[in-house]
T-cell receptor, first 117, second 114 residues
């Protein structure tokens, strides 16, 4: 089945640090990947749609300058949380779908738990 | 606005019982439907896909789809404590030019009581 790899699984860092999270599709190509954020006991919230070779599409209320997305290849998207602060602490999850097979589900990475001190 | 509605729960069932999880969606053009399971602190995991009206069974799980009623459900037979999780319903609909948009419900929390 489709596998999505996400790294790192956990990050603990000081306030003001920028953190990069990688999302890779291991056995399929993904022109589109998705970034979600989930706070404790809350629903999954779509932050942005990452598009290979073009700008990401951000959901309303998500700061594009704060959450930088780069989708440089068909198998890799990165999310950089710039100058992270404690309120950015959350569970970040990426997903991807095999674009070669229409009407398919998204497959999720294992997520990155970000803790800003 | 494409919407997917689920009862947030919690839904509590005794061990060994059948758990029934329900989902309704707003777009009649939706073409595929998925159920994900999310354990606390983990990312969602795909457990069932269904594309046509009727029932689809996989082990203890049965997905049911009724496109006329815009309703999809997940039944879990012989529920186990390990089934305790949040179950997310997701609906795929065509967004043009061969692309599809996946919309998630907010999830139903299931608790199986030993």
């Amino acid at each position: 089945g489709a596998v999505v790899s996400q790294h790192p699984s956990r990050v603990i860092c000081k306030s003001g640090t920028s953190v990069k999270i990688e999302c890779r599709s291991l056995d399929f190509q993904a022109t589109t990947m998705f970034w979600y954020r989930q706070f404790p006991k809350q629903s999954l919230m779509l932050m942005a749609t990452s598009n290979e070779g073009s700008k990401a599409t951000y959901e309303q209320g998500v700061e594009k300058d704060k959450f930088l997305i780069n989708h440089a290849s068909l198998t890799l998207s990165t999310l950089t949380v710039t100058s992270a602060h404690p309120e950015d602490s959350s569970f970040y999850i990426c997903s991807a779908r095999d674009e070669g097979r229409n009407n398919q589900p998204q497959h999720f990475g294992d997520g990155t738990r970000l803790s800003i001190l | 606005q494409k919407e997917v509605e689920q009862n947030s729960g919690p839904l509590s069932v005794p061990e060994g019982a059948i758990a029934s999880l329900n989902c309704t969606y707003s777009d009649r053009g939706s073409q595929s439907f998925f159920w994900y399971r999310q354990y606390s602190g983990k990312s969602p995991e795909l457990i069932m896909s269904i594309y046509s009206n009727g029932d689809k069974e996989d082990g203890r799980f049965t997905a049911q789809l009724n496109k006329a009623s815009q309703y999809v459900s997940l039944l879990i037979r012989d529920s186990q404590p390990s089934d305790s999780a949040t179950y997310l319903c997701a609906v795929n609909w065509p967004s043009g030019a061969g692309s599809y948009q996946l919309t998630f419900g907010k999830g139903t929390k299931l608790s199986v009581i030993p």
